[in-house]
C-alpha cells in the first residue's frame, strides 16, 4: 500500500495547524483573551503574533520534499484547492513537483534524522 508523503510529517501538521489557530485567535482578539486569562491585551496579541510567526516559519522550513526540496507547505497553500491545503497536503502521496514517492525506506531515514 502506498504511503501519504507527507506520513512522517501528519503529527507536526495536524499540531501545528492547530496552534497556529489558537495563535491567530490570541492575536485578532487580545481583548477577550487578556479578560479570560488576566494578562494586558498587548501581551497576548504579541504572544499571539510570535507564536504565528515561528510557527509559520516552522511549517514552511519542515515541509520539504526529500527528493526535489520544494517546499510542500508553500505549494499546499497554492495550489489546494478550496483552500483546504492541509486535507491536500496530508493525502499526497507523491510529490506533485518531482513526482518523490515515500517508501518504506524513505519514511525510516526520515524518523532516524529527526
Ligand atoms: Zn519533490
Redesign the pocket.
Known amino acids: 500500500m502506498e504511503k501519504p508523503l507527507l506520513l512522517v510529517h501528519r503529527r507536526k501538521l495536524i499540531v501545528g495547524s492547530t496552534v497556529l489557530a489558537v495563535s491567530a485567535l490570541l492575536a485578532l482578539f487580545p481583548d477577550t483573551v487578556s479578560r479570560l486569562i488576566g494578562m494586558s491585551s498587548w501581551s497576548v496579541e504579541l504572544v499571539g503574533v510570535i507564536i504565528f510567526v515561528v510557527l509559520l516559519y516552522w511549517l514552511a522550513h519542515g515541509l520539504k520534499?526529500?527528493?526535489?526540496?520544494?517546499n510542500l507547505f508553500w505549494y499546499g497553500l497554492g495550489h489546494a484547492k478550496s483552500g483546504n491545503w492541509l486535507d491536500w497536503l496530508l493525502k499526497q502521496s507523491a510529490?506533485p513537483?518531482?513526482?518523490?514517492r515515500a517508501t518504506d525506506e524513505s519514511v525510516r531515514h526520515v524518523d532516524q534524522r529527526t
Open positions: 520534499c526529500p527528493g526535489c526540496g520544494v510529490c513537483k518531482c513526482g518523490y
